[in-house]
């Protein structure tokens, strides 16, 4: 059973940043895909980011010029970094992943990120 685990997230000014983390408990050898939703009050989960075991990123263009994924030190983890935050971008970020063992998709409990002043 795959579990990831994440941290980082909190209470942040408009104009700030944060750093998001997320640490599978598998092997990066059997990691696909990992990445980040977001799911604010009242709206559809959606995609923020993803990495590929390749290295090839994907950034939603709401966050592009903002926000950067990157594998951590440990190669079965990713961080988020997230930079000139705005209200908007207040939801709980889940961390998401695929193994190269099957076609589903792993989840974290989530991590609320809150920006307001």
């Known amino acids: 059973q795959v579990q990831l685990v994440e941290s980082g997230g909190g209470l942040v000014q408009p104009g700030g940043s944060l750093r998001l983390s997320c640490a599978a408990s598998?092997?990066?050898?059997?990691?696909?895909?990992m990445g980040w939703y977001r799911q604010a009050p009242g709206k559809e989960r959606e995609m923020v980011a993803r990495?590929?075991?390749?290295?090839?990123?994907n950034v939603a263009d709401s966050v592009k010029d903002r926000f950067t994924i990157s594998r951590g030190n440990a190669e079965n983890t990713v961080n988020l970094q997230m930079n000139s935050l705005k209200p908007e971008d207040t939801a709980v970020y889940y961390c998401y992943l695929r193994p190269n063992y099957n076609n589903k998709n792993y989840w974290g409990k989530g991590t609320l990120v809150t920006v307001s002043s």
């Open positions: 990495i590929t075991s390749g290295g090839i990123t």
């Open positions: 598998i092997s990066a050898f059997s990691i696909n895909v």
